[in-house]
């Protein structure tokens, strides 16, 4: 798939706020058939504009209600290293996102924990696991904007 037309962009911005929508209702509010937006559904999973689809859940109904920003800096830039620091990182479920970055920090981590005793373990389990040079932690005291949803061009 090349370029996506105004359908695709169309039906891309209204599965990003309810995958579940019914075909026909994202017809009717395309201007498509059923049948159409099926089939351009499928070519945008085929070229894998839609990689999957999922629910979003609460996570503070789940006891996650803290938002912990990881940062990470090392001395260590060997893959081997790097190989280790992923593994560990993608293994850790409270891990939602792990960042190399550029700058005075290497790498940023976005997780989420019931508390500062349970961010406690998870800073733990990961120094247990790979050499770190320095780990500073920022909690999050609001949540302004959160979101799944991309700009998805005209």
Avoid: C
Wanted: charged share 35%; glycine share 4%.
């Amino acid at each position: 798939m090349e370029k996506i037309d105004r359908f695709d962009s169309k039906i891309l911005r209204l599965l990003q706020t309810d995958a579940d929508m019914p075909l026909e209702e994202i017809g009717e509010r395309v201007g498509l058939s059923r049948n159409a937006v099926w089939r351009r559904i499928k070519l945008l999973e085929a070229a894998g504009l839609i990689r999957a689809r999922v629910a979003l859940l609460d996570p503070d109904r789940l006891g996650l209600g803290l938002t912990v920003f990881m940062l990470i800096r090392t001395d260590r830039h060997a893959p081997d290293w790097l190989d280790q620091f992923a593994r560990a990182t993608r293994d850790m479920p409270e891990i939602l996102g792990a960042y190399r970055m550029t700058g005075d920090l290497d790498y940023l981590i976005r997780a989420r924990v019931s508390d500062v005793k349970d961010y406690d373990r998870l800073y733990q389990a990961l120094v247990r696991r790979v050499e770190l040079a320095d780990v500073s932690a920022s909690f999050v005291m609001e949540e302004i904007k959160e979101t799944t949803v991309l700009p998805v061009p005209d």
